[in-house]
């Protein structure tokens, strides 16, 4: 065979240059079709068949994939991202319209609090100068209103951020587990990216049952993602159920109490900056 993608002569069913099947046909409507089924998990790399491995051996298919079976497994990134787009498909159809009518009252609400602070307080305390330009405190206050709301939007890239926050605590409390005793910050983010993936397939499957229940991140109750959190643990890293619970407890508590400490030193050094600029202006 010699690829038409690379030009390289082979025998076998896959160029081994590019990778590119030696199987290659022209356009039709079924393989048009599977290749966008493929896209949102139904190919090969099977999102259903990845998503039972999931809810039924969680841990010992994380491992898998982090031992070098990939292929029959979904790309973990890609399948929050896909979970992300269903999540949002089921909730905008359990809600309705009235989504719709209470973003649009808050929305109302939001720009009449502006209008009104804007006619009490004409004066606003400024919080820094940068390159000439007044940054106003509601204005810090504003933008992080703001970023908090685009993360809201996009669920997927918000569930990485939050569990790239988890990555560094479980990286550090099961770095001498009997199973894995080495592993790295790229395997710990490949694993909460699979968990964060098992945690939204099972928001989906919560939010039509139950409804939609408005949260930051699940809509699943705590105990239920921390029973997931602690399955997970014990078979991806093979301590026993005692130990499990124990470590699961202790990132929680280290992920507070960091979270805690960036608040309290962010607050602090806009205190300190809010305070100085208004001695230095009186």
Sequence with gaps: MICPNCQTEY???????CGQSAKMQRFTVKNALMSTLEVWGMGNRSLPRTLLHLFTRPGYMIGDYLDGKRMP????????????????????????????????????????????????????????????KVIKIEDFIDGVKATAEWLDEHKAIELICLHCFFMFFSWRVFRKSPVRPATTLAENFFSQVY???????????????????KSTFYPLPWWALFGLFVWDFKQLFGFNWRSTIRRTILIHLFSIIVFILICVVVITILGYATGSFQSMSE
Excluded: W
């Excluded at 025998?11 to 240059?17: D, L, Q, T, Y």
């Excluded at 939010?207 to 229940?213: A, K």
């Design 73 to 132: 497994f979904f790309p973990p990134v890609k399948m929050l991202f896909v979970l992300c787009i269903f999540f949002a498909l089921v909730t905008t159809f359990r809600d309705g319209n009235s989504a719709q009518d209470a973003g649009k009252k808050e929305s109302e609400q939001k720009m009449s609090v502006k209008t009104e602070a804007g006619k009490e307080d004409p004066t606003e305390k400024i919080l820094f100068t940068f390159n000439g």
């Design 11 to 17: 025998i076998g069913n896959f160029c081994p240059s």
């Design 195 to 213: 968990i964060s993936g098992q945690m939204m397939a099972a928001s989906i499957v919560y939010v039509l049952i139950f409804g939609n229940t």
